[in-house]
Structure formats: C-alpha cells, structure tokens
C-alpha cells in the first residue's frame, strides 16, 4: 500500500487562517419541521438528524487554535431510527441507509417521492399468491379433466402429483414473501416507536414534566435542539 504524500498546511490570507485538503469538521443537527421523504423509511419524518461535512479553516489567537467551518462538502439527512444504527454499528454490515442532501457538486440534490417499501413487500406477496393459485387451479382442473375423461390410473395420478406439487410449493413460496412483509413492518415499527420516544423525550426536556407513556431510551448520543426546516445548521 503506497503512503499517502504530505502536505504542509497553506495561509489562506482571505480568511487570515491555514487550509488543507484534510482539514474538515462535521456537524450535527436536529432538524424538526413538515413530514420528509427519507430513502428507505416508509415514514414521513418531522424530526430528522442532519449530518454534513465541510472544509476547516484554521487560525491562531489568544493562544488557542480556532477551527472554522468553510465550504460545505456533503450534506445527509437521517431518521432518528437510521442515526441510532449509524452509531451503534460501527464496522459492521454494509453500511446504514441515508439521504443526501447536498454536495460539492448539487447544492441542492432533488427530494425523493414519498413511496413506502412497504406497498413493494405487498406487491409481490400478491403476485406470488396469484401464481401459486393460478398453478394449483390449472393443476386441480387437469386432475378434474383426467377424472372426466376417464384416461386411465396413469394419467390420473400424474395428474394428481402435479396438483400435489403445487400445493406443496405454496407453502414455502408465499411464507418466504409474507416473512419480507413481516420484516418490512418490523422495520416501519421501530421507525416510528424511535420518532415517538424523541418527542416524548423532547417534551419532558422543554416542560420538565414526567412522560406520559412509558419508552424506552433511545440509544443514541445526545444531540442539539432542533432547528426550523430549511434553518442553517449550527455546531454540534
């Protein structure tokens, strides 16, 4: 593995400070407004966690460094469920869905139309339903023909074994697709029950009253209070 060339730091005279391809800071809001299309939620979110990336800008006074944020890089948007996995999951799976909002190169990436995965899941236990009956339904009226037409044992229980296989494969084909749907609600649960604790817990911080219902803490780090749709984004 090559190594990485170094790069001594630049004074950028515009903002009286050092730059570098490396400097960057990150910063994390919470975001509460109008319900949002987020990629892979089936729900529409009013409390969301903004996560963007920027350039740094470093200056010297008082004998302290002061980091500034500068151009903003990239910019995402996650439901408080997706923020949850995305800090506990460090190293593990393939990576925690996330909607991009901006980059260095769209300042504004296009919204995503509210379409829940879940009418996907229920499309295809239709279709799968429909096939397994249609194929159990040609395959009784081939036995029902055999019968009728009087065309023998052999033909018959070919018939009949045909039928049997069908039915055997119904089973295993629909459980399969009503698991994924299964799945798939689980998922929209935990979305909502995260969403529900936030705004429980957001109540209790601005009222100092006990919650009215019972939930469980949401396993997150703490983050800042929530600022209004389409606000600029403050340090976390």
Do not use: C
């Amino acid at each position: 593995m090559s190594r990485r060339p170094t790069q001594e730091p630049a004074i950028d005279a515009e903002h009286d400070g050092e730059i570098h391809p490396a400097f960057g800071v990150a910063v994390v809001t919470r975001r509460s407004g109008g319900g949002r299309s987020l990629f892979q939620s089936d729900l529409l979110h009013t409390e969301t966690v903004s996560l963007s990336v920027r350039e740094a800008v470093r200056s010297r006074d008082l004998n302290h460094d002061w980091v500034h944020p500068g151009r903003r890089l990239v910019e995402i948007e996650m439901s408080l469920a997706q923020w949850g996995a995305l800090v506990s999951s460090m190293g593990l799976g393939s990576g925690v869905p996330v909607t991009i909002r901006s980059t260095e190169r769209d300042a504004f990436v296009p919204e995503i139309p509210y379409q829940p995965r879940t009418a996907e899941n229920l499309r295809e236990v239709r279709e799968v339903t429909n096939r397994m009956y249609a194929r159990v339904k040609e395959a009784t009226a081939a036995l029902r023909e055999a019968i009728q037409a009087k065309k023998g044992v052999r033909a018959t229980e070919e018939a009949l074994g045909v039928l049997e296989n069908a039915v055997a494969h119904v089973g295993s084909n629909t459980q399969f697709a009503v698991d994924s749907l299964v799945e798939a609600g689980e998922q929209v649960v935990a979305q909502a029950r995260a969403d529900i604790e936030a705004h429980v817990l957001e109540a209790v911080r601005l009222t100092g009253a006990e919650p009215s219902i019972e939930a469980a803490p949401f396993d997150a780090p703490a983050l800042p209070g929530p600022v209004a749709s389409g606000g600029e984004a403050a340090d976390a």
